[in-house]
């Protein structure tokens, strides 16, 4: 257990740099995120990349409002509040909002939940010991969905796609291509919606965990309204700024998703995160979304998919948490020497976040090319 070494500056100004970093990490949440609910509508042309996003954010702000299951999961069920303070969080959100940064600039549509996660571990491990983490929970609702939900949503997706082609089959291509594009504008909508309900209350969490850890708030209380509030606008926000660069690899790279695999795709996303949701699970809302297009992809023939980049996924989504956690303990370690760490660990995370984003605009993808990628000769063929 590390002790601190040297005194802080005012705990309420502490606070406030807590929750200013947390309603970072939302922001970047929503623009890493935005694929998971528009790229495949993006792809098949059901929605303009401007409306999508724009759509998408107004229904993340409104799912913001529907449930605080998640919330309370976080803020009284991973980690000890007891053990730890507003520093330790602000350590691990540090951890998580470079690895989003970091993986949308490759493009890789990792967890962002599990980047949170993984840095609040790491800085409480290193802070509070082994004994402030509930491994129980830890394992329960955050390992054990991550490596059920990507193959559940996979497995129904290819189902689902299978029976609507099924169904389809004597209908008239234009007929079905024009009913299955409307049908992603709800189909979209619904995931968006289902992100917000889902992604923002991790937020919501995080600021309610460090309401409790500064004394503001009791062990087990429900995040206060102008904190349901903060987080839906920054969440909203962010998914606006559209993250184009993991929507063009949900939307172009895994398979040339036709309109059917897009709603069948979208509707299994949305029916399995609504439901964590209302279980109070804190789901990686991009594992279930990169299974279902794998799934809807595979349901129109194995050979459209590129399943290489399947393997590159999942190697990211396995080391997201102890890289994020790594990222939060170092960040811990240094804000354990006062006022003067706390400092050092800020300015190094702007710093690297704007390298970051300089490195960025070197290879722009916006809304005008967003679909401008070479498929793979088998998806060509295949087409």
Request: aromatic share 6%; glycine share 12%.
């Amino acid at each position: 257990m590390l002790e601190q070494k040297a005194p802080y500056m005012n705990l309420t100004a502490v606070v406030v740099l807590v929750v200013v970093t947390a309603l970072v990490f939302d922001f970047t949440n929503g623009f890493h995120d935005t694929a998971n609910a528009m790229a495949t509508s993006i792809a098949t042309g059901a929605l303009r990349p401007k409306a999508a996003v724009a759509v998408a954010g107004v229904l993340n702000l409104a799912g913001a409002f529907l449930s605080v299951q998640v919330a309370k999961t976080i803020s009284g069920g991973l980690v000890n509040e007891t053990k730890i303070t507003p520093v330790v969080v602000f350590a691990g959100l540090v951890g998580a909002i470079l690895w989003n940064l970091l993986t949308w600039l490759l493009g890789v549509p990792s967890s962002s939940s599990h980047a949170l996660f993984g840095g609040l571990l790491g800085a409480t491990l290193v802070t509070g010991g082994a004994g402030a983490v509930n491994f129980d929970s830890v394992l329960g609702k955050v390992i054990l969905p991550a490596v059920i939900s990507p193959l559940l949503a996979g497995l129904l997706a290819l189902a689902a796609t299978l029976l609507a082609y099924r169904i389809t089959t004597r209908a008239a291509p234009g007929t079905v291509k024009r009913g299955f594009k409307l049908g992603q504008v709800v189909s979209a909508s619904t995931v968006a919606l289902a992100h917000g309900a889902n992604d923002a209350q991790k937020t919501m969490g995080v600021i309610t965990l460090t309401l409790i850890t500064a004394g503001a708030l009791a062990p087990g209380s429900a995040p206060p309204f102008w904190v349901i509030i903060a987080a839906g606008v920054a969440i909203a926000l962010g998914t606006y700024m559209g993250g184009w660069r993991i929507i063009q690899t949900l939307g172009r790279r895994i398979s040339d998703i036709q309109t059917t695999q897009g709603f069948t795709a979208e509707t299994t996303s949305a029916a399995i995160i609504l439901t964590s949701t209302h279980l109070g699970i804190p789901l990686s809302t991009t594992q279930v979304c990169t299974g279902a297009i794998y799934g809807a992809g595979a349901g129109r023939g194995s050979t459209t998919v590129r399943w290489g980049l399947a393997g590159r996924m999942a190697v990211a989504w396995a080391i997201t948490l102890p890289a994020a956690a790594t990222v939060g303990a170092a960040a811990a370690w240094l804000a354990a020497h006062g006022t003067a760490g706390l400092v050092v660990v800020a300015a190094s995370a702007v710093a690297l976040g704007a390298g970051i984003y300089a490195a960025s605009r070197r290879n722009r993808v916006t809304a005008l090319n967003i679909n401008d990628v070479p498929l793979p000769p088998t998806v060509r063929l295949a087409a």
